[in-house]
């Protein structure tokens, strides 16, 4: 195999002449004789250590691919976490995790406290800032490249755990100090527009519940509309149809033309409204023969087993599994209009169902559930067209989102292996 010119041929694969291979363990200051160490035994730190206020203890649970994950929280005393001092992490440091999913993964620590305590299953490094920019460390950690290297030295099958040994001695890229400033500089650069566009849709959200809150309890009314609102149970309003599962030892009932529909399929939409195909396809023979049946377009699928009150509208005829009940609407009642008001309904539906091994609701309960709404169906639609406005600003911003995602997908394939080069004078 011909070598490009200026690389050279390493453990990581090709890379440029001026780039070293050193170990993840060349990585910490050496002055720090707790410069890359772990969380204490499991034994050290027991629930009967927590308490309500004092030093924060960091879990699995708050580290991210890249993110510190702020949501969950718990504390120990100072006395304890002084007891552990060599466990305590800073801020600015870099938090790594002995467990998937996935391993190895790593954020900086936050600056909103002066000190932590890790958990069993952190991993404190703390970058000697002289040789490396640990931003640059942050981003290859967490790099398909170290990934692999670190999948390849855990054990488990369950869950994958890596040791501290084994961490050490794994390769890591070493430019040019000042190439890695310029390679952090650009990928970060890339990581501030994904937080911004990440704040503006959680805003955005947040604006567009306020509105379902408003809109659909009559709160708010819009100009121009006076007329009176009733309450209405959902068999009143829509045809409630179950779903069927056809025998998968009958060949012949797989492979046509009817897009069938299970509960993957609803969470592959990543809360987008609309459903216009599925990963599974049934016969027409399948409705001659099972409990399976056609739901018409413009109607709403809605999971009703294990997962509660997913919905979706369908722009396509379509079948479903038994996990789901179908709405078909009836005359005066607008599908968009009913396709928000359910999601105001998630938690209702939830403690209506019952089930040893997984939740569902039953057609009976589901038939009884109340609604509020507007009798005539043009101010119906017209708050959901409000409504699908918002959706609309989400999902533009959320396309955004994507596309800043694989762009630094790219940027990290071609910074991090060198094949793109960014040298300051």
């Known amino acids: 195999m011909e070598v490009r010119?200026?690389?050279?041929?390493?453990?990581?694969?090709?890379?440029?002449n001026e780039w070293k291979v050193i170990t993840f363990g060349d990585l910490p200051e050496k002055s720090n004789r707790w410069g890359i160490t772990g969380g204490p035994f499991g034994s050290n730190l027991k629930k009967s250590d927590y308490v309500n206020d004092g030093v924060r203890i960091l879990q699995l649970q708050n580290i991210g691919d890249g993110d510190f994950l702020d949501d969950y929280k718990i504390y120990t005393s100072k006395r304890k976490a002084d007891e552990l001092?060599?466990?305590?992490?800073?801020?600015?440091?870099?938090?790594?995790?002995?467990?998937?999913?996935?391993?190895?993964?790593?954020?900086?620590?936050p600056l909103?406290?002066?000190?932590?305590?890790?958990?069993?299953?952190?991993?404190?490094?703390?970058?000697?800032?002289?040789?490396?920019?640990?931003?640059?460390?942050?981003?290859?950690i967490n790099s398909t490249y170290f990934r692999k290297k670190a999948i390849e030295a855990s054990t488990g099958t369950t869950r994958q755990r890596i040791g501290l040994v084994e961490l050490k001695t794994l390769p890591f890229i070493s430019p040019p100090i000042a190439e890695?400033?310029?390679?952090?500089?650009?990928?970060?650069?890339?990581?501030?527009?994904?937080?911004?566009?990440?704040?503006?849709?959680?805003?955005?959200?947040?604006?567009?519940?306020?509105?379902?809150?408003?809109?659909?309890?009559g709160k708010r009314r819009l100009p121009g509309l006076s007329d009176l609102w009733e309450i209405k149970k959902l068999v009143d309003m829509v045809d409630i149809r179950s779903g069927g599962t056809p025998s998968t030892l009958r060949q012949e009932y797989w492979g046509g033309e009817i897009p069938w529909c299970?509960?993957?399929?609803?969470?592959?939409?990543?809360?987008?409204?609309?459903?216009?195909?599925?990963?599974?396809?049934?016969?027409?023979?399948?409705?001659?023969?099972?409990?399976?049946?056609?739901?018409?377009?413009?109607?709403?699928?809605?999971?009703?087993?294990?997962?509660?009150?997913?919905?979706?509208?369908?722009?396509?005829?379509?079948?479903?599994?038994?996990?789901?009940?179908?709405?078909?609407?009836?005359?005066?009642?607008?599908v968009e209009f009913l396709?928000?008001?359910?999601?105001?309904?998630?938690?209702?539906?939830?403690?209506?169902?019952?089930?040893?091994?997984?939740?569902?609701?039953?057609?009976?309960?589901?038939?009884?559930?109340?609604?509020?709404?507007?009798?005539?169906k043009p101010e119906q639609s017209a708050i959901a067209k409000i409504l699908s406005s918002l959706d609309l600003e989400i999902n533009i911003l959320q396309e955004k989102l994507n596309k800043a995602k694989l762009i630094k997908q790219g940027m990290m394939q071609e910074l991090l292996t060198g094949r793109i080069r960014l040298i300051k004078d």
């Not at 001092?85 to 993964?105: T, W």
């Not at 002066?114 to 931003?135: C, H, P, Q, W």
């Open 180 to 217: 890695q400033h310029a390679i952090a500089e650009a990928l970060s650069d890339v990581d501030a527009l994904i937080s911004s566009l990440e704040e503006l849709i959680a805003k955005k959200r947040v604006i567009k519940q306020g509105v379902m809150q408003e809109l659909l309890t």
């Open 112 to 140: 909103n406290d002066r000190r932590y305590l890790m958990a069993s299953d952190g991993i404190r490094l703390v970058v000697d800032e002289k040789r490396f920019d640990k931003r640059l460390v942050k981003f290859y």
């Open 339 to 376: 396709y928000y008001v359910l999601q105001t309904k998630k938690q209702e539906l939830i403690s209506l169902s019952s089930g040893s091994t997984f939740l569902e609701i039953n057609k009976g309960k589901l038939a009884k559930v109340k609604f509020y709404l507007p009798k005539k």
């Open 262 to 334: 299970t509960p993957t399929d609803i969470t592959a939409l990543k809360k987008n409204k609309y459903i216009y195909k599925t990963k599974k396809m049934i016969s027409e023979f399948v409705l001659k023969n099972s409990s399976a049946e056609i739901i018409p377009s413009n109607s709403i699928i809605m999971t009703s087993r294990a997962t509660i009150g997913e919905c979706a509208i369908n722009k396509i005829p379509i079948s479903t599994n038994q996990g789901f009940k179908n709405l078909i609407p009836k005359d005066g009642v607008d």
């Open 5 to 16: 010119k200026g690389f050279k041929f390493t453990p990581l694969g090709l890379i440029p």
């Open 85 to 109: 001092i060599s466990c305590n992490i800073y801020p600015g440091e870099i938090i790594l995790s002995k467990m998937g999913d996935p391993v190895a993964r790593c954020c900086f620590i």
